[in-house]
């Protein structure tokens, strides 16, 4: 575990030691079912995990409060060492039911994390490098809906996976898009409120505002 501030007073680090303990005692008990797991696992209260058995797990993994893990995927969900899913955030890969296609999943590596109250749809691959902040409230959607034929329903036309992809050393600040087919390079900062629709090369100050655009279809 990581130390605890020096300057902190005893009874702040007791109350520290015993949040933590608690949630390492809860991730005891999911640990038993997941299909990798090394190290401890802090599980917050009211944490939702389904389908565990897709879901690997490095040391130091925390899982907030209120958090919700579907693991239901073809290719797992995967997460490194010291990975934090911030409070009340959502991964989800497939339908709760098991209807229609079955997700691809999530790669999260070493030292990253995401921000609180988020939501990752990872029914397209996403993967997400080491050393990567993702403020809150954040959306990552890996999918499409097709909409060109006039004729049919866009519902019934179906679906797109093209994937997400953030390289190393990434900061993404809160209230950020990222939609499907996206490339973030290594060492880009992404402004608050910004909405990400194509690839950013490394290096790369991105500030999108989400300018207002329509057009007829």
């Known amino acids: 575990m990581v130390k605890i ?3 902190l007073s005893r009874i702040t680090k007791i109350q520290i030691y015993f949040m933590s303990m608690n949630k390492i005692l809860r991730g005891l008990g999911v640990k038993l079912f997941l299909k990798k797991s090394r190290g401890l696992l802090f599980v917050g209260k009211r944490t939702h995990i389904t389908h565990k058995q897709y879901i690997e797990v490095g040391k130091n993994v925390k899982f907030e409060d209120l958090s919700e893990i579907q693991g239901l995927s073809i290719n797992n969900l995967q997460f490194g060492n010291n990975v934090t899913i911030g409070r009340n955030t ?33 029914a397209g691959p996403i993967n997400i490098g080491k050393n990567v ?5 954040a959306t990552l959607i890996a999918e499409n809906h097709n909409f060109k034929e006039k004729s049919k329903s866009i519902k019934s036309q ?10 190393d050393n990434v900061w993404i600040g809160s209230n950020i898009t990222i939609l499907d087919g996206v490339t973030i390079g290594s060492g880009t900062v992404i402004a608050a409120t910004s909405l990400v629709n194509k690839d950013i090369p490394q290096n790369t100050l991105y500030i999108n505002k989400k300018n207002v655009y329509s057009k007829n279809i």
Not at 133 to 137: D, K, L, R, S, T
Not at 158 to 167: A, T
């Open 158 to 167: 179906g679906v797109i996976h093209k994937g997400i992809h953030i390289n």
């Open 90 to 122: 959502q991964i989800r890969p497939s339908s709760y039911y098991g209807v229609g296609e079955i997700g691809y999943g999530l790669k999260i590596s070493d030292n990253s994390s995401i921000g609180p109250n988020s939501y990752v749809g990872c």
């Open 133 to 137: 902040m993702i403020g809150p409230n």
């Open 5 to 7: 501030n020096d300057s």
